[in-house]
């Protein structure tokens, strides 16, 4: 047995037996313990600030690119938000317990389903260390025990913060080994969680493609993973032209770098003409490069040549591919070949058309007349978010505390027996 | 690319293509079509039985066993069965395209979760022939298309049922390949299927327990699996005892070969010396072998001892491990330890034990005052069953049509962009 493996026996068996206090710990008892844990966050902001300065000196020695060091920095505000973020979901309506569905069967038997804790949760994270406390949140909200793997960067800073939640949790009277930091940064870690379905129930991936990728090839332990943002805006023929500008500027230009961006446009060819030449002078205003296939190229001048690459690329930047369509179907048909079925929208102003798209598209998200940037589990009401689930199995689209529980066949009866 | 790889691109080209189509059929092509299979199930009886008697010839001639005969069997019986069981499945309602939980958002958004099919369904199962359709019916309701993967033994059989099927979903103007039967016996098509997850979405396996374990170690496909079931009675203190001794009755001898039989007995052990030579009694009288920890030995002479082997023994025959425990947190611990997760049930009159029992114990089905006979698909009014689930993602117990259906958010606005 190596060094490792004895690691992940001795985290994943003190979380096992953490897990089954936590699956019956009161809701008062688990919102205690958050408040406990943003208060002391608050109470220990300097500490966290220094531990932080720690990190962010060895990373720049290290010589840690613009983007990582801006990732791993942890202002003054951010310590705020996180104390915030836990009293949010202290306010959440806690899912555990919850029984639905109950109907009495011909047998006499009253049938339903009670929702619980899913057990494990393992969160394999890289730089920001507000994931420590917000990852953690949500765990001790839904009644599981969290192993939390943080990035080596942040290893002071996630120290600290792993310590004031544990002493939260026992302040509150919960065991401290709901969460656990994993005490090693280790690469070998990574494979070794992927691997511990003994241990780990669910695995969540907050990090890059490279991470996800590794996983998708490495876990048993089933996962609720987030991978490419490929989404696309369809306008219909006939559409409200003022709102398809608002919806195809917002949702390519309001964020360039998120997963619910818009990263290609598909126009229906009847309003094309008048469209797209409004959307250029937009779009080249904001300095985004428009990428069109052939009959865009003959509307909009000097616009670069679309390829077959760009239908399959999420740009995460100032970049956008432009199609136009001679249907709806066209539009559908591209998009279920073309899109990570993450969130894709159109506008419209035809009833029959608006509900075709909702059913036929293949997505996590599909939205009429809206921007796609509203596909999160805030704007969608969750209240927090786990993590994105590109997957149809299990969560599917943005997922919340729903996402970190399961649901239990519970039976009332009166000595029933089967004949 | 091997001969295999061909034919799983093959095939699940084809699925993909069909599932597409499939999930915009409507409730009455679904209908219809289940209606026309049914019909030439029916009408095609005669044929079904010289089928089935050259399957059975051949598994006489390769000298396989009783037990195996008598699941390939399918009698007149079981034609006219599978025949109502396509219109049973008919008859319920379509899980396909409802929305739920459609709430107005600050942003003006209004969201709900919309019920889709998963896609493709790989079903890989042994000898018993009507599972070809009992499984179809499912698939093509929900909306999936399903890859149907059969034993060597029922190759005649399941062809012939497959042709029927397909040629009911022709009838009903939906396409033939939503229902795929594997052309071939060869064992490599198990393990091309539990790889396949560019074209199947999940895999249930209706098999004994060497083809589950050997696609635990083989699918990257997620599957709906069932292992053991290791279920138990707890009598509690002051239960009535004559409701228990019914229960506990019910549970071990109703049928001693399904998987929510009673595998062990736990009594209180003030009710013990009472209960338990009654129960003795009883099973004795139906020839059921009781194995008794120290103390149940010192109430019942002659009473095997029952080892740590015992409580981990799903024995699917008439024989019982008894335990008595002197406390409900004794009686959790024990279940929580050595039950597979499946199906649990107490007898008690106490209020607050009775809801202890029901959130403490961690298995899909947990019952009050009821047999574990009663964990089952039909019982619990799903309708119909696909399977039976140990897994806590997605699927937990008895699986009927929604397990095979995933949710999608989907978004009404009204131009409503983010800010």
């Known amino acids: 047995m190596t060094a490792i493996d004895e690691l992940i026996e001795n985290l994943g068996q003190k979380a096992r037996e953490a897990a089954r206090t936590m699956a019956g710990a009161s809701t008062g008892r688990k919102n205690a313990a958050l408040e406990a844990i943003a208060a002391r966050v608050r109470a220990a902001r300097h500490e966290l600030a220094a531990a932080n300065a720690a990190d962010l000196e060895q990373a720049r020695s290290a010589q840690l690119d613009a983007a990582a060091l801006d990732r791993l920095t942890l202002s003054t505000e951010a310590i705020e938000l996180m104390a915030r973020g836990l009293e949010e979901v202290a306010k959440l309506p806690d899912p555990i317990g919850a029984i639905s569905e109950l109907v009495i069967r011909p047998s006499g038997i009253q049938v339903g389903r009670m929702r619980v804790p899913l057990g494990v949760v393992g969160i394999i994270y890289e730089s920001r260390p507000n994931v420590t406390v917000d990852a953690a949140a949500l765990c001790i909200k839904s009644g599981n025990a969290a192993i939390l793997r943080g990035g080596s960067e942040a290893v ?75 989404c696309h805006v369809y306008v219909d023929a006939g559409a409200d032209l003022v709102m398809a500008a608002a919806i195809a500027d917002n949702a ?154 399961s649901q239990k066949y519970v039976v009332f009866g009166h000595g029933e027996t089967r004949s």
């Open 156 to 230: 002071r800073c996630n120290q600290a913060l792993a310590g004031l939640i544990r002493k939260g949790l026992e302040e509150a009277g919960l065991p401290q080994d709901a969460v656990q930091l994993v005490p090693t940064t280790d690469r070998a870690m990574v494979g070794a969680m992927a691997k511990a379905s003994a241990y780990i129930d669910i695995l969540v991936p907050r990090g890059g493609r490279s991470l996800i990728e590794r996983l998708m090839r490495e876990a048993s332990v089933p996962m609720i993973k987030h991978l490419d943002g490929i």
């Open 252 to 405: 390519k230009t309001q964020r360039y770098g998120t997963c619910n961006t818009m990263e290609t446009l598909l126009i229906h060819e009847s309003v094309a003409k008048e469209l797209l030449p409004r959307l250029a002078v937009l779009y080249r205003a904001k300095g985004v490069e428009l990428r069109g296939d052939a009959h865009a190229q003959t509307i909009v001048a000097d616009m670069v040549a679309a390829t077959e690459e760009d239908w399959r690329t999420e740009y995460l930047a100032p970049i956008l591919a432009i199609r136009v369509v001679d249907s709806l179907e066209e539009a559908i048909l591209h998009i279920n070949t073309y899109s990570s079925h993450h969130t894709d929208a159109i506008v419209t102003r035809d009833y029959e058309r608006a509900l075709r798209f909702l059913s036929a598209v293949d997505s996590a998200s599909v939205l009429v007349n809206a921007s796609t940037r509203f596909a999160d589990g805030f704007e969608y009401g969750l209240g927090a978010e786990i993590g994105i689930s590109n997957d149809k199995l299990h969560a599917r689209g943005p997922v919340g505390l729903e996402g970190l529980t």
